[in-house]
């Protein structure tokens, strides 16, 4: 089994990853025969999966392809960064733009590793068109190549056993079944997608969790909550679910784009059954009352957030 007993540097910058409280999540973790994980993004979870065996899909192509070459030619990727960051050095602005359009026409995914190192705040973002549309970020280098060489390399090791596909996360989930655990982070019901147009399917995310509890799989759901003033309030019906929990997941990288204040971002976590009450324990020490606990999590038992 891998065990990670901090969080790893992420190797793509991914905006709502769950980095900083993934050490937290893992401990909801149960023992499973196989993970899955269908919005990949930055893969925050996947070095704390419970199992060697997983899937990780995304509809983003270049993500997938990306994490192939991760896994795969670590060495190659690292070396393919350098080149580029190099290039930006030596050339400043311009380059990152040249290779901005390159990617755009290619969807080399060694032009995509570079850009989100090197775009304003690591945010990706697409046009309507679908290509790649964010600025570089002048006031920063990127992150230096032996460092991101490291970083690669020890995700490399991390990703052994886990298969990607470039699918929707449906598809990604046809071959669940009894004893594998799914850990889903889709966009917020409230909002359009992250990365493209088009407003995500809440109806068609229950009927898929609704799927997963008839095959006797179990799931955790990061969902809505709310960032500063901003509320997504599409929680998951009652008979979906088991437990909720209250997860501070940092602060909104767009708020900070757009200049207008930082927002603290809250996500309700949803999982499908109830883990051992030692678990719980390590969340709160008052089981009858919602707390803030060390690990970053509010946690509420019996009648949760209702």
């Known amino acids: 089994m891998l065990i990670a007993d901090n969080p790893f540097e ?6 709502g990853s769950k980095r900083s409280v993934a050490a937290s999540l893992r401990n909801l973790f149960p023992r499973a025969a196989r993970y899955f994980e269908p919005f990949v993004g930055g893969g925050a979870m996947l070095p704390f999966r419970p199992c060697r ?4 899909g995304d509809v983003i192509e270049e993500l997938i392809d990306l994490w192939v070459c991760i896994r795969d030619e670590p060495d190659r990727t690292a070396t393919e960064y350098k080149k580029r960051w190099h290039k930006l050095q030596d050339e400043g602005h311009t380059a990152y733009y040249a290779i901005r359009d390159t990617f755009n026409r290619t969807r080399n995914p060694h032009d995509f590793l570079f850009l989100t190192r090197t775009c304003v705040n690591g945010l990706i973002r697409f046009n309507g068109d679908g290509d790649f549309n964010n600025s570089l970020h002048h ?4 992150i230096a190549p032996q460092r991101l060489r490291e970083i690669i390399r020890k995700w490399s090791v991390a990703l052994q056993g886990v298969s990607f596909a470039k699918a929707d996360y449906r598809e990604t989930l046809s071959p669940v079944a009894a004893d594998d655990l799914v850990f889903l982070d889709p966009p917020y019901a409230a909002t359009r997608g992250r990365y493209s147009q088009e407003k995500f399917d809440v109806g068609g995310f229950y009927a898929e969790l609704g799927r997963l509890n008839d095959v006797g799989a179990k799931w955790i759901v990061t969902f809505d909550g709310y960032a500063g ?5 599409e929680s998951l019906p009652k008979g979906l679910f088991e437990m909720r929990l209250a997860l501070p997941t940092g ?8 200049r207008t204040g930082v927002d603290a971002v809250v996500e309700s976590v949803y999982l499908n059954f109830e883990p051992p009450a030692k678990i719980l324990r390590g969340f709160s020490d008052d089981r009858n009352e919602k707390a803030r606990v060390g690990v970053g999590l509010e946690v509420e038992q019996g009648c949760l957030f209702v």
């Open 139 to 142: 006031t920063r280098p990127g």
């Open 251 to 258: 602060n909104s990288p767009f708020t900070k784009l757009m």
């Open 229 to 233: 003033e901003r509320t997504y309030e």
């Open 10 to 15: 992420p190797v793509i910058k991914w905006s």
């Open 53 to 56: 065996d997983a899937v990780a």
